[in-house]
């Protein structure tokens, strides 16, 4: 079956031109406490790419200089094990950025692996700061999690949940979020994500008495690990079938790429962080490709997104994004 | 073909309209309309249910499609194997029953 994205559109009469840059997602590094196996970045103990102080001057000098940018929204690898986090959480916060961490909860217990420093300050961090904290939790159960994440995992998340709870977080009225993610663990499409947020929401009240804000249900994409489980397994073909089959234009539509810009480590531009970790980079229309570096609004905003096979999972059934479906 | 229930054959199953095609089409529709929606049940309690008919009646295909569409309507697999469960009681309890046809006539033969 031939899975090229583009032919898609094409079929469906959509072009997808950038309509905005609102959030600069920024993937600071890929050093993480967890080594998940649908990691699309890779991310574990033993990596040591990491955004350097310049890299981080620079992107908070873009969001100064660009207000209409009102999101910074930092990720990784867990983006608490650079040393310069807090200082370029509280520096985004001072120019007035909604500042969103993508948080694995675990790391708030799990000694810095290679400092060995301790990170149990991070919900009161968090809390002070009024960052929105997103944080993955594929099941409100112990079997997918530790599947997917590792063993061990869901008890230490939960743990971790109940002290951002400490601090306001998913409490009503607080004003400060926790939201979770939900992944799929293997290759078949998320549930219905309203539906699968008042599941977790009862069953972790009722279990463990945590509680959250939204749920973002969000698709595996078919790229670096999960693409080579699926290969090993033999499932890489039926399930860019299954993400072709359930192509739906209308989440299309709402793809992120079309309203961020996604940073690397090393100051290059990306569409998303999918293509950040393909390496595809974004260019202006003249095929330069973006940096931080010599940032211009106008030349980001005026690309070509480019798209691949992996794509697809972005539009499959009700469609995903880092803030969950789209359609 | 070297085996009876090939998991590619799975794929094929909109082939049963090769001939006969109109009746096909109604079955797919119908079908469509009874699992692919909510109505008085939920789509993942369509899921549930069409997983314990599939052991019921024994069929791999089933037992693939329908533990894909549990996850993807949100089941664990606690609920999953509780439907199985309630497929497998249903037969005991179908063949159980059936007893009291063996008594009644046992009492018939019996002096």
């Known amino acids: 079956m031939n899975h090229d994205f583009e032919t898609q559109l094409r079929k469906a009469g959509i072009e997808l031109p950038p309509l905005a840059v609102e959030t600069l997602q920024v993937n600071i590094t890929k050093l993480c406490n967890q080594q998940c196996r649908h990691c699309h970045v890779d991310a574990s103990p033993a990596r040591s790419e990491m955004m350097s102080p310049e890299g981080i001057a620079k992107c908070l000098e873009i969001l100064e200089r660009h207000p209409g940018i009102a999101k910074l929204d930092i990720t990784g690898g867990a983006p608490e094990l650079h040393p310069g986090f807090r200082g370029f959480v509280e520096r985004a916060r001072a120019l007035g950025r909604h500042v969103m961490v993508r948080h694995n909860l675990t790391v708030q217990l799990d000694p810095h692996p290679q400092t060995g420093a301790s990170m149990e300050y991070l919900p009161e961090f968090f809390a002070r700061r009024r960052v929105e904290v997103i944080s993955s939790l594929p099941y409100y159960q112990q079997y997918f999690t530790d599947a997917q994440r590792g063993n061990g995992v869901f008890g230490k998340s939960i743990e971790a949940m109940k002290r951002l709870n400490a601090q306001g977080y998913g409490v009503e009225g607080s004003g400060l979020a926790l939201n979770l993610v939900y992944n799929p663990v293997g290759p078949y499409l998320p549930p219905a994500q309203a539906a699968l947020e008042a599941d977790y929401k009862r069953e972790l009240k009722a279990k463990f008495g945590v509680l959250f804000n939204g749920l973002f249900t969000i698709t595996n994409m078919p790229i670096n690990r999960f693409r080579l489980h699926l290969q090993k397994t033999g499932q890489l073909e039926p399930y860019m079938d299954k993400l072709l089959a359930a192509f739906n234009p209308a989440a299309a539509e709402g793809v992120m790429c079309r309203s961020l810009i996604s940073v690397g480590h090393d100051g290059r531009i990306y569409d998303c962080d999918f293509n950040q970790m393909l390496e595809m980079d974004a260019a202006d229309r003249d095929g330069k490709p973006l940096s931080i570096f010599d940032f211009d609004f106008e030349r980001a905003l005026g690309r070509r997104i480019r798209f691949g096979e992996h794509c697809l999972g972005c539009t499959a059934g009700a469609g995903s994004s880092c803030g969950g479906a789209t359609a | ?111």
């Open chain 2, 1 to 111: 073909m070297s085996n009876y229930y090939e998991s590619n054959d799975l794929k094929k199953f909109g082939a049963i309209g090769k001939h006969a095609k109109g009746l096909a089409d109604d079955f797919f529709k119908y079908y469509g309309n009874v699992t692919g929606t909510d109505g008085a049940l939920t789509r993942r309690e369509k899921a549930l249910i069409a997983l314990a008919v599939s052991h019921a009646q024994k069929c791999p295909y089933c037992i693939d499609a329908y533990t894909t569409q549990c996850l993807e309507n949100g089941a664990n697999p606690e609920q999953m194997m509780e439907a199985v469960h309630v497929a497998a009681v249903m037969q005991a309890g179908i063949t159980l029953v059936h007893s009291v046809q063996m008594q009644n006539h046992l009492d018939k033969l019996v002096l």
